[in-house]
């Protein structure tokens, strides 16, 4: 095999490929596959979690496919001072690197025990969805994930496709004391119902690689072991999780007895301030709300730290009279901090054994739930006449 490519290029795609390598599991994961195309190669690499394609543009001299280190060939492609680099790789799989001023040796391995990449079957499912949607969908749900392996499902984020007969996908993410949930409209035809768990850490790097900017085609293996994303140049594929996923609607509330929005500007640097003194064991933020006055009172504490106690304007709907509610000031802030980009939020409370409900106002499809620590009542409200809507 012999090709040139521009230093560039081909340094952009093995940066990109090398997240995917591996040296803790097979010595064939530690190295980058390269085959050649037409006027292009393709750059490979995987650690049976995820793995990534990227096609750059090449001069191919002579055909072939080889398999090399992928930390040294990418320092070395790195620290090279011209911009025309060309690969040669001969039979026993030595590669040879050349620009202008360096020449480098490094020794491969045999490309045939490299794995070979998974191939859809679109009669499983096949979708079309904005690079920048699937991007921002994974990242509005990512951080609510759970990181205990005891409970393996949770550590994914489930995929939703055409449930109850709706053209929508939904990424959810939850551990055992908040949800995160965002949906979005599928363009055409409603799909067969699919739900798939993938883990949360690879669909966060898949988010990541992805290009702002296209359409990206998802499908999957045949059998449901891996999904695929396609775009234009770039391929990434996740092994999906065996573990069903918990009916996480079941744990949003259908009603609320008072809703309050606030402007976002103001709400997040409170909570902000409050999670400085929320150094207790539990990181407790209590929340006041104070519908007659129109009022919300956000404060926290701790013993040899000290207080904080901020008070801003809220506008109810449906009041209910006076009461406090706690929660983990954490998991407030990593819902603010994915909604930072509205100018309010809603904020749907009920009772002491029901969770409170975050929204960007205008933003029907996307929630976040988050369970209560304990709820202090100062005078009871009536029952819950109001449907919860955005």
Not at 28 to 36: A, G, Q, R, V
Not at 138 to 147: E, G, H, K, L, Y
Not at 157 to 164: A, D, P
Not at 258 to 269: D, G, K, Y
Request: with cysteine.
């Amino acid at each position: 095999m012999k090709v040139c490519c521009k230093k560039a290029d081909i340094a952009s795609g093995l940066a990109m490929v090398g997240r995917a390598t591996s040296n803790r599991a097979l010595p064939i994961l530690s190295t980058i596959k390269i085959t050649t195309e037409q006027n292009r190669i393709l750059l490979e690499a995987t650690n049976l979690e995820l793995g990534v394609q990227c096609r750059v543009d090449a001069t191919v001299e002579q055909p072939g496919c080889c398999a090399l280190p992928a930390r040294l060939l990418t320092d070395f492609i790195a620290v090279l001072p011209h911009e025309t680099i060309t690969i040669e790789v001969s039979e026993t799989h030595a590669g040879t690197i050349t620009s202008e001023l360096s020449e480098a040796e490094i020794i491969g391995m045999d490309p045939n025990e490299f794995p070979r990449w998974p191939q859809a079957d679109e009669n499983e499912l096949s979708l079309h969805l904005a690079a920048q949607t699937i991007k921002e969908m994974v990242t509005d749900v990512a951080f609510s994930a759970s990181t205990d392996d005891d409970r393996p499902a949770f550590t994914g984020i489930c995929i939703q496709v055409g449930r109850n007969g709706e053209g929508k996908i939904t990424c959810a993410a939850a551990d055992a004391y908040r949800l995160a949930v965002r949906s979005e409209v599928l363009e055409g035809d409603v799909p067969e119902p699919v739900e798939l768990v993938v883990p949360a850490k690879t669909l966060k790097e898949i988010a990541t690689l992805l290009p702002t900017q296209g359409m990206v085609s998802l499908t999957v293996t045949a059998g449901k072991k891996q999904i695929l994303f396609q775009t234009d140049g770039v391929s990434l594929t996740s092994r999906l999780m065996d573990a069903a996923y918990p009916n996480f609607w079941q744990m949003v509330p259908d009603n609320y007895s008072t809703r309050s929005v606030v402007e976002t500007r103001l709400f997040a640097p409170v909570i902000k301030a409050a999670a400085l003194f929320a150094q207790d064991a539990s990181h407790t933020l209590t929340l006041k709300l104070r519908p007659a006055t129109g009022k919300i009172t956000v404060s926290a504490s701790a013993e040899g730290i000290g207080a904080n106690t901020s008070t801003l304007t809220a506008t109810y709907s449906d009041p209910v009279e006076d009461f406090t509610m706690l929660f983990n000031v954490r998991y407030i802030a990593d819902a603010l901090a994915a909604m930072s980009s509205v100018p309010e939020i809603a904020l749907e409370l009920h009772n002491a054994n029901r969770p409170g409900i975050l929204r960007p106002v205008g933003k029907k499809d996307v929630l976040y739930l988050v369970m209560p620590m304990q709820v202090k009542r100062e005078t009871k409200s009536r029952p819950a006449t109001t449907t919860a809507t955005s």
